[in-house]
């Protein structure tokens, strides 16, 4: 399984951007929970947010609630993170990843498959 993160670039404080995650290769996307975590060098990966297999269940990081949101595509295999209201403290490398127990989850070990990162700058 191949995961392929796109969408990142600069944006003005305030702004929004679109991150796509495409699942590619020998996979069962509509079997997969899907998660999104951001990493700032010499920082830990962080948990921003996760969708369950059937997008019936979100969870967030309390610093993205009402900013954020998770959604998924599943004839398109590709999960989404739409942000809104952006800060320079959302400033990071965004990665996908991919949780073939199909719950996802905001703890990094549970994920198996993880896509190459996208970077997000926010200005002030």
């Known amino acids: 399984v191949q995961l392929q993160a796109s969408g990142g670039g600069l944006v003005q404080a305030g702004g929004s951007l679109r991150l796509s995650c495409v699942a590619s290769?020998?996979?069962?996307?509509?079997?997969?929970?899907m998660g999104w975590f951001r990493q700032v060098s010499g920082k830990e990966r962080e948990f921003v947010a996760s969708i369950r297999w059937s997008g019936g269940s979100t969870d967030y990081v309390d610093s993205v609630k009402g900013r954020f949101t998770i959604s998924r595509d599943n004839a398109k295999n590709t999960v989404y993170l739409q942000m809104y209201s952006l800060t320079p403290e959302d400033t990071a490398v965004y990665y996908c990843?991919?949780?073939?127990?199909?719950?996802?989850?905001?703890?990094?070990?549970?994920?198996?498959?993880w896509g190459q990162g996208t970077q997000v700058t926010v200005s002030s």
């Open positions: 290769g020998r996979t069962a996307f509509s079997t997969y929970g």
């Open positions: 990843a991919a949780d073939i127990q199909g719950y996802g989850s905001k703890f990094y070990r549970t994920y198996e498959y």
